[in-house]
């Protein structure tokens, strides 16, 4: 099987920045190659101007046709994180959160549960699932369904 591209915007908070890396490996072992258009450690920024940080991240992110939110225990706490998803929801990006373990059900960015499409756990499946739009679930940390702030559950995954 060949290797499916997905060019994504990878929004997370700068601690949890470990974890872009070990999702990549768990896609790329189901043959997803994610090409990720975030400010990383692999490619970091020193800019302070905020003007030209929503500029850069706005560019980038019109690049990835799908923003996915690293979910951790201290997501819901940075500005930037929500400033992200609502960039993707005016962009009108596919926004696909993934829970990081450890994280609870708590820690989800208010602006996340206004605009999410889909929440999952740390699970490839689920995970491609919700990049290909088949699963718009909202699952709780254990990996159950849970009330989608959009209303009863949407999808089938």
């Known amino acids: 099987m060949a290797d499916t591209n997905k060019n994504v915007f990878i929004s997370h908070y700068g ?14 072992d189901k043959g997803y190659i ?7 450690s692999t490619k970091p920024n020193q800019a302070n101007n905020e003007n030209y940080i929503k500029q850069l991240l706005r560019d980038r992110m019109k690049w990835a046709g799908t923003v996915m939110v690293l979910i951790g225990k201290d997501t819901h706490k940075r500005d930037w994180v929500n400033w992200e998803i609502e960039l993707a929801n005016r962009l009108g ?16 960015p208010d602006a996340f549960e206004k605009y999410g499409d889909s929440l999952v ?11 290909e ?6 699952q709780n940390t254990e990996g159950g369904l849970r009330i989608s702030p959009h209303g009863a559950s949407r999808g089938d995954c």
């Open 121 to 131: 756990g740390w699970t490839s499946g689920k995970i491609i699932e919700a990049l």
């Open 15 to 28: 601690k949890d920045d470990e974890h872009i890396g070990k999702l990549k490996g768990l896609m790329k």
């Open 34 to 40: 994610l090409k990720n258009s975030s400010m990383d």
């Open 133 to 138: 739009g088949s699963c718009t679930d909202f």
């Open 93 to 108: 990006k596919k926004i696909v959160g993934v829970f990081i373990n450890g994280a609870s059900d708590s820690d989800i």
